[in-house]
């Protein structure tokens, strides 16, 4: 287990509607990254966040959206579906301590669109 | 900016050898951490080694250890003693005290019985 808590860990839905995927981050993590894997892809960089503020942006869809809360939890929004968008959404999270330096995944959330 | 490079999409190893995956990247910076993943058939994203740039020793764990070569830019993952359970797909990850998180495109093992 990695500490990092991404809900829900599947999701089906119509194209046209509109998703919110969750990341709690490990204790302490201030840095939340979230990332689209499509079968046999690798890792694409949507967003990231840090301490509540937008830190960089990646290949992200103006479609999609992302904030990270006051208590260091994640949403990413997704809406106007395509089928395109079918895919696993990875969250990671990470801090750097004195010393030493970790960055772990959630589960994932394999969406998707039909 | 930084970028990882994984040169080698698929790699094959038999079972009990030794398979050694390679990664490059490319960076300006002199303090950074870089990291090797494991992606099983689970789609499960797992940790198996990471390597502080300011330290000249090789990390280890069990069977899985690094060539760090930091002038080179270089960070190769050596598994031995191969087991059918190391096969997977491997990403390679740079990561920097401004909190980027760069990913390689993976070198998918398979692991022949």
């Known amino acids: 287990d990695s500490g990092v808590t991404q809900t829900p860990k599947h999701l089906i839905t119509a194209t046209g509607q509109r998703v919110t995927l969750r990341c709690s981050p490990r204790?302490?993590?201030?840095?939340v990254y979230w990332y689209q894997q499509s079968l046999d892809q690798g890792l694409q960089f949507l967003i990231q966040?840090?301490?509540?503020?937008?830190?960089a942006k990646g290949n992200i869809l103006e479609r999609f959206s992302a904030q990270q809360f006051p208590d260091l939890h994640s949403e990413l929004n997704l809406s106007s579906l395509e089928l395109g968008d079918s895919a696993l959404y990875f969250c990671?999270?990470?801090?750097?301590?004195?010393?030493?330096?970790?960055?772990?995944f959630g589960q994932g959330t394999r969406l998707t669109v039909v | 900016a930084q970028t990882v490079t994984q040169s080698q999409p698929e790699m094959s190893v038999q079972e009990a050898e030794t398979v050694t995956l390679s990664c490059t990247y490319d960076?300006?910076?002199?303090?950074?951490?870089l990291f090797w993943y494991k992606q099983p058939p689970s789609r499960q994203m797992i940790l198996v080694i990471r390597?502080?740039?300011?330290?000249?020793q090789n990390a280890t764990e069990n069977r899985f250890s690094v060539n760090f070569q930091k002038a080179a830019k270089s960070f190769s993952l050596k598994i031995s003693d191969s087991q059918l359970g190391d096969a997977a797909m491997y990403f390679c990850?740079?990561?920097?005290?401004?909190?980027?998180?760069?990913f390689g495109q993976g070198t998918e093992l398979s692991v022949k019985p």
């Open positions: 990671a999270t990470a801090s750097v301590p004195p010393g030493r330096a970790e960055a772990f």
């Open positions: 204790s302490g993590d201030l840095s």
């Open positions: 966040y840090y301490n509540g503020e937008e830190r």
């Open positions: 960076t300006s910076e002199s303090d950074y951490y």
């Open positions: 390597q502080e740039a300011y330290k000249q």
């Open positions: 990850a740079y990561y920097n005290q401004g909190g980027k998180l760069i």
